[in-house]
């Protein structure tokens, strides 16, 4: 008698799972416990290193919905967490509002330019979409500037770390957990919002917006939504970055920080979470590499007297091979060594079969 193989969902509660294998159960465990154990070495650089990619993890998620499944090409990310940074710097710097407060307003200001910004998409596709979100990028870093002119703030906004009582956050291992616990939860929402309609119609609209409608899906809601939904994410990762590194300068998001998430979602891999959590890891930890490697390599000495020259032009290097390559990202990498140690023994079999 032949064996039935693989996994068979007999009822919808395992079918609506997020672990419905033995195997996926045992390497979440395992990945969890790999993560609350990575913040007790003792090496503060390292530490900082995943705060900065948790929090590049939030953002590129946000981005993720927004381009990778509902497919509208964005180029104001940075002027969202611009937003987020600046609502809770003057909120704070003006009214003493404590964490709980700003935090809550600066994910209703990111709303709110999400309905603003995305009321475009209802006209605008493609390149003339991407100008119009780019001026988003503009307005707010030129509202953060004019904020730091006129209250004299020449060296950006200094804000006081978040407080319960008496304790202050502001220890790295102790903002790790809390990243940790936003990123999750930013994971999870993003899961759990694919898996519903909402989802369901966003991965309808970018293939074709007439037979989407023709389904029934409300196209024109469903854009602004993604807009709105992604907006609210980047600015509440904008407020949690002002809040770790403990002030908020216009400086510090520039048109360049937009590309750096473009490249988080392309090189991770368009339409997959994974390949945006992927996607933040790599960009984050990029410019590291670089410069541990002149350093260790035998580079010429010029090279180290422009640095961000050489790491400008590696990123763009790396974009271009992952875009002419490797369309499907780092996603597409982890899936296919994963289906050669899943498959890996049938592989080897001819296509005739053994007699």
């Known amino acids: 008698m032949p064996h039935a193989s693989g996994y068979f969902r007999t009822r919808y509660e395992r079918d609506l799972a997020l672990l419905d294998t033995r195997v996926q159960k045992t390497a979440s465990a395992l990945l969890a416990l790999a993560l609350l154990a990575f913040p007790w070495i003792d090496s503060p650089f390292l530490l900082d290193l995943a705060n900065q990619v948790l929090l590049a993890s939030i953002g590129a998620l946000a981005l993720m919905l927004l381009t990778g499944i509902a497919g509208q090409v964005s180029l104001g990310h940075a002027g969202l967490l611009a937003a987020g940074a600046f609502t809770s710097g003057i909120l704070f710097k003006e009214f003493g509002a404590p964490f709980w407060v700003t935090l809550p307003a600066s994910a209703l200001a990111g709303a709110m330019l999400g309905v603003v910004f995305g009321l475009p998409s209802l006209r605008l596709r493609g390149l003339y979409l991407a100008v119009s979100t780019l001026a988003l990028h503009f307005i707010v870093v030129y509202a953060g500037n004019e904020y730091e002119a006129r209250r004299g703030f020449s060296t950006g906004v200094v804000i006081d770390p978040p407080r319960l009582g008496e304790w202050a956050l502001t220890d790295a291992r102790a903002w790790y957990f809390v990243l940790l616990a936003f990123a999750a939860a930013a994971l999870l929402f993003s899961l759990n919002l694919l898996r519903s309609n909402t989802g369901r119609a966003w991965r309808a609209i970018p293939g074709r917006e007439a037979a989407a409608a023709a389904l029934g899906v409300h196209v024109s809601a469903y854009k602004v939504l993604a807009f709105v939904i992604s907006s609210t994410m980047t600015a509440i990762a904008g407020s949690l970055f002002a809040y ?82 490797e369309p499907q990202g780092l996603v597409g990498i982890w899936r296919r060594i994963q289906n050669y140690f899943l498959l890996w023994p049938f592989r080897r079999e001819p296509l005739s079969g053994r007699q």
Not at 252 to 271: D, E, N, P, R, W
Not at 296 to 310: D, G, K, R
Request: hydrophobic share 65%.
């Open 244 to 325: 770790y590194r403990g002030f908020v300068s216009a400086e510090a998001f520039s048109l360049f920080l937009t590309i750096q998430y473009v490249a988080m979602v392309i090189i991770g891999g368009l339409g997959s979470l994974l390949g945006a959590v992927l996607g933040a890891i790599f960009v984050t930890l990029f410019p590291y590499a670089i410069e541990w490697s002149m350093a260790v390599l035998p580079v010429p000495a010029q090279w180290s007297t422009h640095i961000f020259a050489v790491n400008y032009a590696a990123f763009g290097l790396v974009m271009i091979l992952f875009l002419v390559f």
